[in-house]
């Protein structure tokens, strides 16, 4: 039982020196993953704003197409117009003109709107391209500071690691639920009896109990702050 205590306690220092490695990146993981995302979102309006533009001008170029035609279609008509022997068909050729002549003008309103819109389009693009570039040099002074303490962390956290997966692979899985469970809620799970008090969170143990901690021989839960307590041999005995 000695050893599986040992184990446990083992596993915590490690978890401790992996937490510290960890925090010293602080929120740098996530800032850089974060600041990608924007990155990302505002290279996407960039990209709409410029299909926008080419989807406008390419109907912009079909209307003032089809005015062209049209003009040429009313000259064309006016010069019917001399021609005809009737008022039937001078009224359909009016009729025809007047058509004509509403499309150019709907049209020609498009194209000021298009214009309008392209200028606006234009704009945020550019606003878009300024904050592009702002993020791209930002991010990159990020994840060069990432890459840094990645880099002088590397080797030291692969090391921890390793002894970290050993180390489980003494400990029973029961143990395992019970540290993992009391981690999650508490930061960390075991804590050694020091000066006659749980040194997770300070209470003092009963006597009775210390006694019994000192055999190493079951575990103990600290009746205060509910975590795995073990006797001060194990804690001096113990280390990476």
């Known amino acids: 039982m000695k050893s599986i205590l040992q184990s446990l306690y083992l596993l915590q220092l490690l978890d401790t020196e992996l937490d510290d490695l960890r925090e010293l990146r602080g929120d740098l993981p996530e800032t850089v993953n974060v600041m990608a995302e924007d990155l990302s979102q505002v290279e996407g309006r960039i990209e709409e704003c410029v299909e926008a533009l080419k989807k406008g001008a390419v109907e912009r170029a079909q209307m ?9 279609k009313i ?21 025809e003109m007047e ?13 000021e709107q298009f214009a309008e819109r392209a200028e606006e389009l ?3 693009q550019a606003e878009f391209e300024t904050r592009r570039d702002e993020l791209q040099k930002e991010l990159e002074v990020k994840r060069e500071e990432l890459k840094e303490i990645l880099a002088a962390t590397a080797e030291e956290e692969k090391g921890l690691e390793a002894k970290r997966e050993s180390t489980l692979a003494e400990i029973k899985e029961r143990d395992l639920v019970l540290y993992n469970r009391i981690r999650e809620a508490k930061g960390k799970a075991v804590a050694p009896i020091k000066r006659g008090s749980c040194s ?8 009775q109990m210390i006694l019994e901690v000192k055999k190493n021989d079951r575990l103990f839960i600290c009746e ?7 006797s001060e041999e194990i804690a001096q005995e113990t280390s990476i």
């Open 64 to 72: 003032e197409s089809q005015s062209l035609e049209l003009i040429a």
């Open 75 to 95: 000259d064309k008509y006016k010069g019917q117009q001399l021609e005809v022997t009737n008022n039937k068909e001078y009224d359909a050729l009016t009729r």
């Open 99 to 111: 058509a004509a002549e509403n499309t150019i003008a709907t049209n020609e309103e498009a194209v």
């Open 122 to 124: 234009k704009s945020s």
């Open 200 to 207: 997770g969170c300070y209470n003092v143990v009963p006597p």
């Open 224 to 230: 205060h702050c509910g975590r795995i307590l073990v």
